[in-house]
């Protein structure tokens, strides 16, 4: 058993009896060295201390936040930021396409301030997170769905570097069969879905000059087709 | 934008605190280095390797290496451009880039566009 698994199973159970004055746990890094069926199960642990404990969890991993949203765990995630001289920011998280897409729509706020060119450089970026979320998120709903490994699924995600490949390894459960995405999304979202997706996947390598509101909600419906319901 | 604005507007969103993009400015500054990283090395390869356009990024730093006579040099911009796109292309465990990681990558990246830009 690796140590912080043991640290935990000794100081959880004790922190949870009627006469412990812990009424709060703050737990590091703890799913370092921990493979992937493990964070799900402790993600539930905790979710199960937080029910009458306040659990802060501090991790440089983020396969226990991704283990929190899949499993749809009720809990506040924040990414934080560190600046020079320990300046630091707060803000939310998340490995879901909707926050990839609140990210985009947040980047385009921000015209004002560092000027339309940049913003158009930008965008189209998010909204490729936005759509490899999705298709991450597909490829292990289905893989573990039907019984796959946790590994398994991690280790067909990790074959494809390309968001081609991850779409068809999402739509068509193939990364080889990028040839027919383009079909695929033109039969399941419309002819301009492709358009939108190859314009997201080359904007995301040197910027987009269309209209970005249009290029945002044209690749959050690809996301939300990939994802299912 | 030209590689080197897409740097400079990098290396400011690493200076200034606050405004529109917080938490969003470590993706933010990825995306422009690797843009500025990629301009270069094609505005690089136009002239002295006609016909590497259409070629993949591992090709195009292998040919790199020969157009500036420097290979060791393309080895070390191919391995910044592979750590980016792994911060840029989420999921698996990564993590974004830190603020001393991404000052890194735009000073190295800054030394191949720098003599691009100077050639004109």
Redesign the interface.
């Known amino acids: 058993m690796r140590s912080p698994a043991l640290g935990l199973s000794l100081f959880l159970p004790r922190m949870e009896q009627p006469g412990s004055p812990f009424r709060f746990v703050v737990v590091d890094d703890p799913v370092q060295a921990m493979d992937l069926d493990k964070v799900d199960g402790l993600a539930r642990v905790l979710a199960s201390v937080a029910k009458t404990r306040q659990v802060v969890v501090f991790t ?4 226990l936040p991704e283990a929190v949203e899949r499993l749809r765990i009720d809990a506040r995630v924040v ?1 934080v ?4 001289r320990s ?1 630091v ?5 998340g ?1 879901t396409s909707e926050r990839f897409f609140a ?1 985009a729509f ?2 385009m ?2 015209e ?3 000027g339309h ?2 913003v158009a ?2 965008v189209p ?2 909204c490729r ?1 936005g759509i ?2 999705a298709c ?1 998120r597909r490829v292990q709903r289905d893989r573990l769905g039907r019984g796959d490994r946790h590994e398994d699924a ?1 280790a067909a ?2 074959e494809v ?1 390309k ?1 081609q490949q991850l779409m068809a390894l999402a739509l068509l459960g193939d990364g080889n069969k990028g040839g027919e995405v383009y079909a695929r999304l033109r039969n399941g979202v419309g002819s301009r879905a492709v358009d939108c997706f190859k314009a997201v996947k080359d904007g ?4 987009y000059t269309g209209d970005l509101d249009e290029l945002v909600r044209g690749a959050w419906d690809i996301a939300k087709y990939v994802e299912g319901p | 934008m030209t590689p080197k604005e897409r740097l400079d507007v990098a290396e400011r969103l690493l200076e200034r605190s606050g405004g529109a993009l917080v938490g969003l400015w470590p993706r933010a500054c990825a995306v422009l280095v690797r843009q500025a990283l990629e301009g270069a090395v094609d505005r690089v390869l136009r002239e002295e390797v006609p016909g590497s356009q259409a070629a993949n990024w591992r090709v195009k730093f292998l040919c790199l290496g020969r157009a500036i006579g420097d290979e060791r040099k393309a080895r070390e911009l191919a391995y910044v451009w592979g750590r980016l796109s792994e911060v840029l292309h989420r999921g698996g465990g990564a993590m974004g880039a830190s603020e001393v990681q991404l000052r890194g990558w735009v000073e190295r990246v800054r030394g191949v566009v720098e003599p691009v830009v100077s050639r004109g």
């Open positions: 440089h991993d983020n396969r990414e930021h560190r600046r020079a300046e920011e707060v803000c939310e998280a490995q990210d947040a980047v706020k921000s004002q301030e560092v060119t940049v450089s930008l970026s998010f997170d490899e979320a991450r991690a995600l990790a570097s968001t995301a390598h040197g910027g």
